[in-house]
């Protein structure tokens, strides 16, 4: 590490936490740092320069201590971009029995560039339904953002009502799975799509509903919104891919 962008304050701790003895004093280019062992550290504020001088050995240890923590940034970096990319590309998708639907926002998700995740299209290493979800949306799994499509496969009432008074519902697995959905990644990494008019579930304030009629693309502009407010960094381009 022969350079830091950044203030004073930040260049003192990373060498403070050296543990090294020595004192430090302010110069017109920055800061000035001297070892007990002989070592010398001079940071030019103005260009990020660290020059390490003084005594063979001390100046010696001085530029390893440096470049064992820019390897230690780097590795911590790399590792930080490459678990954002495997996590935050995958979105769970809880669907019921639209088939047409499902495969509408998967072939929209993919020209995102994002990797929708179908428990269908998986063998699910042998876990029930409910274990394969769990798994895939708990702390430690994968997706971190959802979107429940709700569609009219069912017909439901009240007792009081009576029969009459039946309405259009999503299937009660999905209502369910969008229920475990919330818990695990929040409302705001949930979104629910809401195809013609059926009866929303109730106590579900509060969390994005999106309708569309015939195709989801319907409401892409709306859904890459909130997916960009969530990280995504969508770009313009591939929602002009997603939405032809």
Partial sequence: ?????????????????????????????????????????????????ILCQGKEKAKNNLKALFDNYASKKQLKTNTADVTKTEITKKIFIVHGHDTTSREQLELVLHKLGLDPFVLANTSGGGLTIIEALEKEI?????????????????????????????????????????????????????????????EIPSDASGILYLSYKDHVKEVLPRLVDRLNICGFNIDVAKMTKASS
Avoid: C, H
């Fill in 1 to 49: 590490m022969d350079k830091f962008q950044g203030n004073r304050e930040d260049f003192k701790a990373i060498v403070n936490d050296f543990r090294l003895t020595g004192s430090w004093s302010d110069t017109v280019q920055g800061l000035l740092y001297k070892s007990s062992d002989g070592g010398i550290i001079n940071w030019y504020e103005s260009t990020g320069s």
């Fill in 138 to 198: 708990s702390k430690d799994g994968d997706s971190k953002f959802g979107i429940v499509l709700l569609t009219p496969d069912d017909y439901g009432y009240s007792v009081k009502d009576g029969m009459a008074n039946a309405k259009l519902r999503a299937r009660q697995n999905v209502v369910l799975e969008m229920g475990m959905l919330i818990a695990a990644v929040g409302r705001t990494n949930t979104v629910m799509l809401v195809k013609d008019t059926l």
